[in-house]
Nanobody, 127 residues
Framework: VQLQASGGGLVQAGGSLRLSCAASGRTFGSFSSYVMGWFRQAPGKERDFVAAISWSGDSTYYADSVKGRFTISRDNAKNTVYLQMNSLKPADTAVYYC??????????????????WGQGTQVTVSS
């Protein structure tokens, strides 16, 4: 499985960005269950959980710091997961990574549970 994250960039505080993560190599449909997640890592800090979504899209989970501002969604026909980020703050500045964990519907899975990771896309929010 390969995950390609895109959509990052430079935006002013209060602005919006939409990240995309396209999967290839093995389609989601070959697995009975899986969870897609977004994480972020700021310079000098650990990789933190941002949001996750189940294979069906019925279950989502967000970090408290992004609740009400970020929305995760998926398009299984396109093997793509999205992260709509609104009301961005300078504290949201980080490299954002998408990841997938197979064989579970547990959207609360931690970073060490994930099987595959994308290369990351930089999000910079200026004040």
């Amino acid at each position: 499985v390969q995950l390609q994250a895109s959509g990052g960039g430079l935006v002013q505080a209060g602005g919006s960005l939409r990240l995309s993560c396209a999967a290839s190599g093995r389609t989601f449909g070959s697995f009975s269950s899986y969870v897609m997640g977004w994480f972020r890592q700021a310079p000098g800090k650990e990789r933190d959980f941002v949001a996750a979504i189940s294979w069906s899209g019925d279950s989502t989970y967000y970090a408290d710091s992004v609740k009400g501002r970020f929305t995760i969604s998926r398009d299984n026909a396109k093997n793509t997961v999205y992260l709509q980020m609104n009301s961005l703050k300078p504290a949201d500045t980080a490299v954002y990574y998408c990841a997938v964990v197979f064989g579970t519907n547990r959207v609360e899975a931690g970073p060490y549970d994930y099987d595959y990771w994308g290369q990351g896309t930089q999000v910079t929010v200026s004040s």
